[in-house]
């Protein structure tokens, strides 16, 4: 924990003498020497070249600098996304390669699809699997079949999804059990626990393949949407005062970014977070001889939850995280010393994983901001140290082999290999993120150009790193041929499609990056493979298009072809086409504006 707090005052203080260099009269390099806990790559015949690079102190332009973004649409929205976000990235990289700025704004649609999809606004469907009428109050009407319950809720807990480890099973299968009572006493735990039900219902709608093949990705989505909107309606925003409510919300963010929703699990994630301090879910409680074991693990589950929640929403959409600073240390303290009265390992192992998962985010999220943010107007900075890369490059080393000691001691070999795909692929999101502002200097290579090895370094490890991943997903998909890769990944996956694609119209289309192509195509395949209603695949499969649509003048692919010849998972008989996902808003496409540029 030190060491990280050591660390930022490192990167603070490199900011600092980089844009104060004359006017500071007292030298910060003897304090910068001892805070700085990187070391010195080696072992490739470049090291020296690199290492000359970094003496001479040279610095990285970043192509996101300035590139804020505030985006309208009527009656008086606005969404702000920062200028190291997802939206900001995908829209610079249409602006570097088309000048056309209508072309631009035409793809604030698909855009706002990945991260801010609109909710249905039919009505409940009607036929043979039709839904009773979304009302209050409550009736047991609106409760599935008990075999239907068992069945969704049996796909919640036996999923190992990033995110999704604050339920007790035992506990929630008991309610559950007096639920469906024959004559369910009305008072304040079963009303309490109705919206964590429902909310946990939805997710079982939005996962269960073997549902989505029998009825339809469509019936499975209104079905999921509808328990979504009851959970909504029981859970009172003014009695937020206990942990199974808190696990509502984290249901419900959980629901908002399976959907292609983030920016709205935002507000959701504010809400936790408080609720989360007010309950001291980040106070150590082992001493506390009244609070069982069970309910300590399910606080640290919950907190450690919603850490990783937290962190991975601000990076994405890059906004301040909702968790304090202080709050979080404490909270990760209070996990280890918890953590140390636990009497199984397998239980040891899993909380393990999400705990090196918060920390790997917490990282990211915190060495992102100190190198390229200026630390007063929180603008990304132009010009970045490449001194702070090279500690950069090191740190992320230390947390791969970190990850991959922990995953070897995990005994389910199933759940071994999914948590393996969850954390391998969240560092490679944090290598891309790091790396990507980096690309343009693709360009100046393309055309023949010489440049400072520092400075092509990371541009050539972004492309390096896109490909593996591609690689890497490829040959888990065919290990686990029906495990639908969850948000995170798919967009980590759309992440990678995108810099190759940022290679390709470097070269201006040709041939020479051929091997960029084949990645590309089988990343399109694997999104393709992986589409269902509203879910990360399609909606980023939507902005490919849109994207190549506009490039197309450097790079193409046959989407149509791509389509009919891979198989979705959840694909039904009938089903040759992909879903379709209306992106449109009630307020029409040309109303939708970036302001911010």
């Known amino acids: 924990m030190l060491e990280q707090h050591l660390r930022q005052a490192y990167l603070l203080l490199q900011s600092h003498a980089q844009h104060h260099p004359r006017a500071d009269p007292l030298s910060l390099k003897p304090v910068l020497d001892i805070l700085n806990f990187g070391v010195a790559p080696s072992g490739s015949p470049n090291s020296i070249d690199w290492q000359d690079d970094l003496s001479r102190g040279s610095n990285i332009n970043s192509m996101l600098a300035g590139c804020r973004r505030l985006i309208s649409s009527p009656p008086w929205n606005t969404s702000l996304y920062g200028p190291l976000s997802e939206t900001a990235f995908i829209l610079r990289t249409l602006e570097i390669f088309n000048l056309d700025r209508a072309g631009v704004r035409q793809a604030l649609l698909p855009i706002l699809g990945i991260f801010d999809l609109p909710f249905p606004t039919a009505a409940e469907p009607e036929g043979p699997f039709s839904l009773p009428h979304l009302s209050l109050p409550w009736t047991p009407n609106h409760l599935p079949n008990k075999d239907d319950a068992t069945r969704l809720l049996d796909t919640v807990f036996k999923r190992t999804h990033p995110f999704l480890g604050f339920l007790h099973e035992p506990s929630f299968c008991s309610m559950v059990t007096i639920l469906y009572g024959q004559s369910p006493e009305e008072n304040d735990t079963r009303t309490q626990f109705l919206p964590l039900f429902h909310h946990a219902i939805a997710l079982g709608y939005l996962w269960d393949r073997d549902w989505h093949r029998q009825r339809g990705c469509d019936v499975a989505m209104d079905s999921a949407m509808f328990h979504f909107k009851i959970g909504q309606k029981l859970l009172d925003t003014t009695q937020l005062?206990?942990?199974?409510?808190?696990?509502?919300?984290?249901?419900?963010?959980?629901?908002?970014?399976?959907?292609?929703?983030?920016?709205?699990?935002?507000?959701?994630?504010?809400?936790?977070?408080?609720?989360?301090i007010r309950l001291g879910l980040h106070c150590d409680v082992t001493s506390k001889p009244n609070i069982a074991w069970q309910e300590r693990s399910m606080r640290i589950a919950a907190f450690i939850s919603l850490g990783r929640l937290d962190l991975y929403a601000s990076l994405v959409l890059d906004l301040p995280a909702?968790?304090?600073?202080?709050?979080?240390?404490?909270?990760?303290?209070?996990?280890?010393?918890?953590?140390?009265?636990?009497?199984?390992?397998?239980?040891?192992?899993?909380?393990?994983?999400?705990?090196?998962?918060?920390?790997?985010?917490?990282?990211?999220?915190?060495?992102?901001?100190?190198?390229?943010?200026?630390?007063?107007?929180?603008?990304?900075?132009?010009?970045?140290?490449?001194?702070?890369?090279?500690?950069?490059?090191?740190?992320?080393?230390?947390?791969?082999?970190?990850?991959?000691?922990?995953?070897?001691?995990?005994?389910?070999?199933?759940?071994?290999?999914?948590?393996?795909?969850?954390?391998?692929?969240?560092?490679?999101?944090?290598?891309?993120?790091?790396?990507?502002?980096?690309?343009?200097?693709?360009?100046?290579?393309?055309?023949?150009?010489?440049?400072?090895?520092?400075?092509?370094?990371?541009?050539?490890?972004?492309?390096?790193?896109?490909?593996?991943?591609?690689?890497?997903?490829?040959?888990?998909?065919?290990?686990?041929?029906?495990?639908?890769?969850?948000?995170?990944?798919?967009?980590?996956?759309?992440?990678?499609?995108?810099?190759?694609?940022?290679?390709?119209?470097?070269?201006?289309?040709?041939?020479?990056?051929?091997?960029?192509?084949?990645?590309?195509?089988?990343?399109?395949?694997?999104?393709?493979?992986?589409?269902?209603?509203?879910?990360?695949?399609?909606?980023?499969?939507?902005?490919?298009?849109?994207?190549?649509?506009?490039?197309?003048?450097?790079?193409?692919?046959?989407?149509?072809?791509?389509?009919?010849?891979t198989g979705r998972i959840c694909q039904t008989g009938m089903d040759s086409k992909g879903p379709d996902v209306p992106l449109q808003r009630s307020c029409g496409k040309a109303e939708v504006k970036d302001l911010a540029r």
């Open 241 to 276: 005062d206990s942990l199974v409510s808190l696990q509502a919300l984290l249901c419900s963010a959980i629901f908002l970014i399976s959907t292609s929703r983030i920016s709205r699990a935002y507000a959701f994630l504010g809400l936790a977070s408080s609720t989360a």
């Open 322 to 565: 909702l968790l304090p600073d202080t709050v979080l240390d404490t909270g990760i303290n209070t996990v280890y010393a918890t953590l140390g009265h636990c009497g199984t390992r397998e239980v040891d192992n899993t909380i393990e994983a999400s705990i090196q998962h918060l920390e790997l985010l917490r990282f990211t999220s915190t060495t992102r901001r100190a190198v390229f943010t200026d630390v007063t107007t929180g603008e990304a900075v132009e010009s970045i140290d490449s001194n702070l890369l090279g500690a950069l490059d090191e740190r992320l080393r230390h947390w791969t082999q970190k990850i991959s000691h922990l995953l070897a001691q995990v005994t389910q070999q199933e759940r071994n290999s999914e948590m393996s795909r969850h954390l391998e692929m969240a560092c490679n999101f944090a290598q891309l993120s790091f790396y990507r502002p980096f690309l343009p200097y693709l360009r100046i290579m393309a055309e023949g150009k010489a440049i400072p090895l520092s400075h092509s370094r990371h541009a050539l490890a972004c492309i390096k790193l896109a490909s593996t991943t591609i690689t890497r997903l490829e040959s888990n998909a065919l290990a686990m041929p029906d495990v639908l890769l969850s948000w995170d990944t798919t967009y980590t996956l759309f992440l990678a499609i995108m810099c190759l694609v940022f290679l390709i119209s470097a070269h201006k289309g040709t041939s020479r990056p051929s091997e960029a192509w084949k990645r590309c195509e089988t990343g399109i395949r694997l999104l393709t493979k992986n589409a269902c209603m509203e879910n990360c695949a399609t909606t980023c499969l939507k902005m490919l298009k849109e994207v190549v649509r506009q490039l197309n003048h450097t790079v193409d692919f046959d989407f149509e072809s791509i389509q009919d010849s």
